[in-house]
Structure formats: C-alpha cells, structure tokens
C-alpha cells in the first residue's frame, strides 16, 4: 500500500467513526454547544459536509472549485462565514443532515480515489499534493470529531490514525511561529511519542536542544488546539513548550487555542 493509499484509507476510516458518534443522537443533541465559539454539534457536522463538498469539487472539477471560492467570499461578505456555509445545513431535520453530511463525504472518497501520488489539488492557499490534501482532511474530521465527543461528555477510542496529525503537527512548527508574524527561537526540537498501539513515533534529530516526549493523542490534541498543552501529559523543556504554546497544524489565520482549564 503506497502512502497515498494509507491516508485514503485512513481518512474513511476516520469519517465512518465519527458517523458511529452522532448517527444516532436526538435533536436536543445535535443542539449541544461545542468549545468553538458560536458552534453547537450541527455546525461541527455541518462545517465537515461544506468542506467536504469543496474538497470533492476541488480535485474534480478545479474550474468549479475556483468559482466556489468567489462565491464563499462573496457569500462570507454579505453574509457573514457562518451563515453561507452552515445556514442550510442549520435548516435541515436530523435525517437531512445526516445524509447530507454522508452524500459529501461519499462525494470525496470516490473523488479522492481518482488521485494519484503526483497530483496537486487547488485549496483556499496555495495548491497541495495529494497526500497532504487528503491528511489535512483527516485532521479536520479527527478535530471536529473531537469537539463533538466533548460536548457529548464521551471519550472516543485514540488510534494509530493520528499519526498522520502528528506528522503535521511535527512540520507545522515554523507555520506555528510564522503565520504569528514571529521567527522560531534557534535550536531544534525532538518528539519522542507513543502511538496509541504502543508503538514509538520519533522525529528530529537525537542531538536536538529540546524534546517532547509523551502520548500521541495528546501532542495531536496541541496542535490541533483542541487542548493546552497544560492539560495534558506531555513533557517538554523550555523551547519546546514555547513551541506548543502556538501550536497550529492548521492552514488560515493566527487562532488561539484553548485556555488552560487549571487557569480558569
């Protein structure tokens, strides 16, 4: 299996879990307030189903996506963001949001499976390859997937799938400083993590000024923003906690991630 191939896989696989998670709340469920400022469940899934859509067109039809990009802009702007992405979706009974999101999803597999290892994909910056377009939408399903666990006051199982987040994470640590307008403090540093299956994950160099060691879920959780690194088991040194205090494995503008809970 080529690695193309595993994040295929890995990005379905992670989609039908989430499905297990919400395929049978009530609509007093689907109502429940997520951590993202403003969102409840149904704009956790529903935020999933527009971008999955996009992701399909994108890799289909580059022509379409590139007019849905003036659209969404056009759209934020008379709109505001939330409204023409996820006011449709908001409108929709349980069963129609539910299908809606598993028609998208479908959408993008068979699309995704036209793919090949040296194809790029047109995306809201600049184009990516294929593999790391099809990672990114695992990152976000995994996180979003994590907002609605937490609001659901259910633990989802970790799995060896988060690997591929923490690949991201792991070479997302200039993005972290730059899209801050900031430069990383000099020095590298290693990280030294156990996969959910029990098995070592390691990047950087052994000589490393620094290093992160401990759960992979969690490093995941970090630079996802989804948990302070506070919260979490991860030990660090000075440089590397500097690091993950901007923590962002995720393309678009500087976000903050979550207060620490001991901290508020």
């Not at 992701?55 to 802009?73: K, N, Q, Y």
């Not at 995704?112 to 390859?129: C, E, F, I, K």
Request: aromatic share 8%.
């Amino acid at each position: 299996m080529s690695d193309l191939d595993d994040v295929r896989a890995d990005l379905v696989a992670e989609q039908r879990s989430l499905d297990e998670l919400v395929s049978d709340l009530t609509n007093e469920q689907w109502l429940l307030a997520t951590s993202s400022e403003g969102w409840n469940v149904t704009d956790q899934i529903g935020h999933l189903t527009y971008f999955d859509v996009a992701a399909a067109t994108a890799i289909t039809s580059p022509e379409d996506f590139r007019a849905s990009l003036h659209a969404l802009i056009e759209g934020a702007s008379s709109l505001g963001l939330d409204e023409y992405t996820l006011g449709a979706f908001r409108q929709q009974d349980v069963h129609g949001r539910l299908s809606a999101w598993r028609e998208g999803r479908a959408d993008l597999e068979r699309a995704a499976l036209t793919l090949g290892d040296d194809d790029r994909v047109p995306w809201y910056g600049p184009s990516m390859s294929a593999k790391s377009f099809l990672t990114a939408r695992l990152m976000e399903v995994w996180a979003h997937a994590t907002d609605v666990a937490d609001a659901l006051g259910v633990r989802r199982a970790a799995t060896d799938r988060l690997r591929h987040i923490a690949q991201l994470g792991y070479i997302t640590r200039s993005w972290s400083y730059s899209v801050r307008g900031e430069t990383p403090p000099v020095g590298e540093v290693r990280v030294q993590l156990v996969s959910p299956s029990g098995a070592p994950w390691t990047r950087g160099a052994l000589d490393a000024q620094d290093t992160i060691t401990g759960a992979m879920e969690d490093f995941c959780l970090v630079v996802t923003q989804r948990r302070h690194v506070d919260d979490t088991a991860l030990a660090t040194g000075e440089l590397g906690r500097h690091w993950l205090l901007r923590a962002q494995a995720f393309a678009g503008g500087p976000t903050l991630g979550p207060a620490s809970r001991g901290a508020r």
